[in-house]
């Protein structure tokens, strides 16, 4: 167990419809990334809150949005679902400190499909 | 921009072999590299790291050195388990502007048969 949290753990929904994926970093850690992990794209960054503050973007589509909350918990918010966005969602954090050298830690994942 | 390219998958081995799993990388600054494990639905977990070249990780039995000339991570093991079946990832780590950017191969996944 990595003490990173993810809810749903399974998510099934239509195209066009909106979801929200719920992240909680282990105790202590201020940042959270989001990542993509399908079979065609394999595992793709997506975005990085630090603080409440968004760090870092990778290939995150304008349809996802996500934001950390004063509690440190993050949202990733998928709307106008279409079927390629089924995939595994990983959520994970790192302590804030060791910069590049820094080990991420991983939740369970959710796993939404798009029917 | 930079990228991880490892050896493709499936690979599998009867217990008690030798592994070693290619992965080279390009980057335009100095990257730290890791090697993360995936094992049947879970989450990603650190398998070894290493932070500059010529640094060895280790873990597990598992070992892999950074080679900046020729650009490679290859991860090894001198005798696999069944309990090593998973999917391994290599990646290396980008600091840009204050932060960390993970980027990953696409995985090979590893069966080991008793």
């Known amino acids: 167990d990595s003490g990173v949290t993810q809810t749903p753990k399974h998510l099934i929904t239509a195209t066009g419809q909106r979801v929200t994926l719920r992240c909680s970093p282990r105790s202590g850690d201020l940042s959270v990334y989001w990542y993509q992990q399908s079979l065609d794209q394999g595992l793709q960054f997506l975005i990085q809150?630090?603080?409440?503050?968004?760090?870092a973007k990778g290939n995150i589509l304008e349809r996802f949005s996500a934001q950390q909350f004063p509690d440190l918990h993050s949202e990733l918010n998928l709307s106008s679902l279409e079927l390629g966005d089924s995939a595994l969602y990983f959520c994970a954090s790192s302590p804030p400190t060791g910069g590049p050298y820094n080990e991420q830690f991983f939740g369970p994942g959710t796993r939404l499909t798009v029917l | 921009g930079d990228s991880v390219t490892q050896m493709e998958g499936p690979v599998t081995l009867s217990e008690e072999a030798f592994l070693t799993i290619n992965c080279t990388y390009t980057?335009?600054?100095?990257?730290?590299l890791f090697w993360y494990v995936q094992y049947p639905g879970e989450g990603l977990q650190l398998l070894l790291k290493a932070t500059k070249a010529d640094d060895k990780g280790s873990n597990k039995g598992f070992e892999a050195t950074y080679r900046k000339e020729t650009t490679s991570f290859h991860l090894e093991k001198g005798s696999v388990q069944v309990s090593d079946s998973a999917v391994y990832f290599c990646?290396?780590?980008?600091?840009?502007?204050?932060?960390?950017?993970?980027?990953f191969g696409q995985g090979t996944r590893l069966t080991i048969n008793p």
């Open positions: 980057a335009t600054g100095y990257p730290s």
């Open positions: 809150y630090y603080n409440g503050e968004e760090r």
């Open positions: 990646a290396l780590s980008d600091w840009i502007q204050g932060a960390q950017k993970l980027v």
